[in-house]
């Protein structure tokens, strides 16, 4: 019987390479695309409304504050029983970065006719950085994990623990002083499809066995499922 040969080092490195790249691209890509629709001023996505509010009130950057929440949130990972991955962690301080240094760099919009297509663009370009960092298969975000192992300890759907948090989210933070728009209803409708498009298009190469575990559920459950 002939053994079949294990990939050797070299070759095993390529999809963990490409892997990374996808990992810190999405992320970082992810916080431009939320800082753009902070400049667009018409609406932001659930969790952005929270940390937008939390900045009006303790003057923190909106980036900042991202982390800071995603850290906590983090910690509720604890008595769910969730294990974070390497795209867990890098997420909470990767996104904040990146929204904080692309809103240092775009200058403030007024008008309509830019307002409108910047929020457009913002929001496709957050479904296409989402199906990058998901399809690396390095973790679920903080945020996406909270919903799936909630879930898990209480039986109910994932749509539905969704739903509640963000509901919850989106209300506090708009209480706070963020931002609910047009944006945050389009972001809401759209963003699952285009999650789960770009999820597909940027599939990575499976992990091999000795490789980076994934905590929490597969890449289809920790999408945006609305």
Not at 140 to 153: A, K, N, Y
Request: no cysteine.
């Amino acid at each position: 019987m002939t053994a079949t040969a294990d990939p050797s080092p070299a070759r095993a490195a390529g999809p963990l390479v490409r892997r990374l790249v996808q990992l810190y691209v999405g992320l970082a890509l992810y916080g431009a695309s939320s800082a753009l629709l902070v400049e667009a001023d018409l609406g932001l996505e659930p969790w952005n409304v929270l940390h937008q509010g939390l900045s009006e009130l303790t003057g923190i950057s909106i980036g900042v504050m991202s982390i800071i929440v995603g850290a906590l949130v983090l910690l509720l990972w604890i008595p769910l029983r969730q294990r974070p991955g390497l795209g867990t962690v890098s997420n909470v301080f990767v996104v904040g970065l990146a929204m904080d240094a692309t809103l240092s760099l775009v200058p403030d919009v007024h008008s309509y006719g830019v307002r409108i297509p910047l929020m457009v663009v913002a929001i496709v370009l957050n479904g296409a950085a989402t199906g990058l960092y998901i399809a690396a298969r390095f973790g679920p975000g903080p945020r996406d994990g909270l919903m799936t192992g909630l879930h898990r300890r209480t039986g109910r759907s994932i749509r539905l623990m969704r739903t509640t948090v963000e509901v919850v989210v989106v209300v506090t933070g708009f209480l706070l002083g963020g931002t609910i728009g047009v944006g945050t209803v389009l972001y809401a409708v759209t963003i699952g499809p285009l999650a789960q498009f770009f999820l597909r298009f940027f599939a990575a190469p499976a992990p091999s066995a000795g490789s980076t575990t994934v905590a929490g559920a597969s890449p289809r459950q920790a999408i945006l499922r609305r």
